[in-house]
């Protein structure tokens, strides 16, 4: 069964430091993985798109790394402000398949 | 700037009266979806069209249906509504059904079943 776990479930930061996210699948065929920003009360918004060849992606102080060997991503988030309290959602795509697996998501508060 | 637009925000129903949710999409896509979102789960994927006149069941599609009625529009009925379908429900839409195209998500309905 195709299967994408993140964690931490939750994680709270202070201000202007980083964190990861990690994110693992055990999905086949892979196509790719798409990491998603939701505030609270809104639509997911996506962040980065990555396919099988690609092991790294950014937008601005978000970067995510994709081990196709290992099936595991991460998204690093620098500087983080307190906009970036948020759900942060992998989705990994199946070849072949239009249904995508979404992992649950990682609770991010950033407190000043 | 709109978007992907869902109506209404809220609902609340009463377990076996029906609604349909609506979706409009501006950005000339030809693919839409509709998800639910429960708490402590993964958004599921309920029904999908890969363009204007096709309509594909997704992973949770019993008791639901939909209709897309043109190119913007893709409708989400609930017949006989059930406790187990109070969730969060999105709509989306891409370009095309190509993996490697973006989804663009709608704000999302409330719907409480009681």
């Known amino acids: 069964k195709n299967q994408v776990e993140q964690s931490p479930q939750s994680l709270i930061i202070l201000e202007g430091k980083n964190c990861t996210l990690q994110?693992?699948?055990?999905?086949?065929?892979?196509?790719?993985l798409r990491w998603y920003k939701q505030d609270t009360g809104r639509g997911p918004v996506s962040l980065t798109i990555?396919?099988?060849?690609?092991n790294t992606k950014s937008n601005g102080r978000y970067t995510a790394t994709l081990d196709a060997d290992t099936k595991q991503s991460s998204l690093h988030i620098t500087a983080s402000q307190l906009s970036d309290s948020a759900s942060y959602i992998c989705?990994?795509?199946?070849?072949?398949?239009?249904?995508?697996?979404f992992g649950r998501g990682t609770s991010l508060i950033v407190h000043p | 700037n709109a978007g992907v637009t869902q109506t209404p925000k809220f609902q609340v129903l009463k377990t076996g009266q029906s609604m349909t949710l609506q979706c409009a999409q501006d950005?000339?896509?030809?693919?839409m979806y509709w998800y639910r979102q429960d708490p402590g789960m993964g958004l599921r994927l309920i029904y999908y069209?890969?363009?204007?006149?096709?309509?594909d069941k997704g992973e949770v599609p019993n008791g639901y249906n939909v209709s897309r009625l043109n190119k913007r529009e893709f409708s989400l009925r609930l017949e006989s509504a059930a406790p187990s379908q109070t969730s969060v429900y999105f709509c989306?839409?891409?370009?095309?059904?190509?993996?490697?195209?973006?989804?663009?998500f709608g704000q999302g309905t409330r719907l409480t079943v009681v």
């Open positions: 994110c693992n699948y055990t999905v086949s065929p892979f196509s790719n």
């Open positions: 990555m396919t099988f060849s690609e």
């Open positions: 989306a839409s891409s370009t095309t059904t190509t993996l490697n195209t973006e989804a663009f």
């Open positions: 989705v990994v795509s199946v070849g072949g398949s239009y249904i995508p697996t």
């Open positions: 069209s890969a363009s204007e006149g096709t309509t």
């Open positions: 950005m000339n896509h030809n693919s």
